[in-house]
Nanobody, 124 residues
Framework: QVQLVESGGGLVQAGGSLRLSCAASGRTFSSYCMGWFRQAPGKEREFVAAISWGGGRTDYADSVKGRFTISRDNVQNTVYLQMNGLKPEDTAVYYC?????????????????WGQGTQVTVSS
């Protein structure tokens, strides 16, 4: 079992930055690949970024490449999403999730554990 708690969301102006954190419980954090997803009102949940067990491999949605950076700290059992150059279209609830299936880590159904989400709002 893995329990995930996100934090760091908020209201920011376009062009600004936020860093999301996701704290994981349990001693098996380093055995999971971690992902960030987001869901805007009226839209489906979409993949944002993912990171491998040790942090050596990452993947990003095209819409956030070059602006967002995912990282993890396996000592602190935390995964981060640094978001720079935020745009109004980045407004959504952001969720972190854990999976042991990296082959399909850009799909929500691959993930077994989810956090409760944190709201990010970008004003124009």
């Amino acid at each position: 079992q893995v329990q995930l708690v996100e934090s760091g969301g908020g209201l920011v102006q376009a062009g600004g930055s936020l860093r999301l954190s996701c704290a994981a419980s349990g001693r098996t954090f380093s055995s999971y690949c971690m992902g960030w997803f987001r869901q805007a009102p009226g839209k489906e949940r979409e993949f944002v970024a993912a990171i491998s067990w040790g942090g050596g491999r990452t993947d990003y949605a095209d819409s956030v490449k070059g602006r967002f950076t995912i990282s993890r700290d396996n000592v602190q059992n935390t995964v981060y999403l640094q978001m720079n150059g935020l745009k109004p279209e980045d407004t959504a609830v952001y969720y972190c999730a854990a999976t042991r299936e990296p082959s399909s880590w850009d799909t929500a159904r691959a993930y077994n554990y989810w956090g409760q989400g944190t709201q990010v709002t970008v004003s124009s």
